[in-house]
């Protein structure tokens, strides 16, 4: 059993940053490929950035690619998402999850364990 707890979302505007964090307790961190999701209103959940286990191998798509960077301190249990260069459309409540394994994984469904999420709003 894996428990996460995100922090770090808010209200900035548009160009603003924001460092998402997800703290994980009650197993070893370092078993985990982590990732980031997120999800607005009306739409689908959706995968913004993950990392394998190591931290040597990442993913993101190309709506986030160049302004998002995911990281992971293994000795820290933590997992981050620094989200630069905001824009509107970023707005939504993000997730972080995990996945027993060793690469990271595209699909939600691969993932394990969830977050309670946290809110991003961006405004203009």
């Known amino acids: 059993q894996v428990q996460l707890v995100e922090s770090g979302g808010g209200l900035v505007q548009t160009g603003g940053s924001l460092r998402l964090s997800c703290a994980a307790s009650?197993?070893?961190?370092?078993?985990?490929?982590m990732g980031w999701f997120r999800q607005a209103p009306g739409k689908e959940r959706e995968l913004v950035a993950a990392?394998?286990?190591?931290?040597?191998?990442?993913y993101y798509p190309d709506s986030v690619k160049g302004r998002f960077t995911i990281s992971r301190d293994n000795a820290k249990n933590t997992a981050y998402l620094q989200m630069n260069s905001l824009k509107v459309e970023d707005t939504a409540v993000y997730y972080c999850?995990?996945?027993?394994?060793?690469?990271?994984?595209?699909?939600?469904?691969?993932?394990?364990?969830w977050g309670q999420g946290t809110q991003v709003t961006v405004s203009s």
């Open positions: 999850a995990a996945a027993l394994g060793r690469n990271y994984y595209l699909n939600p469904h691969a993932y394990d364990y």
């Open positions: 009650g197993s070893t961190f370092s078993n985990y490929a």
């Open positions: 990392i394998s286990r190591s931290g040597g191998s990442n």
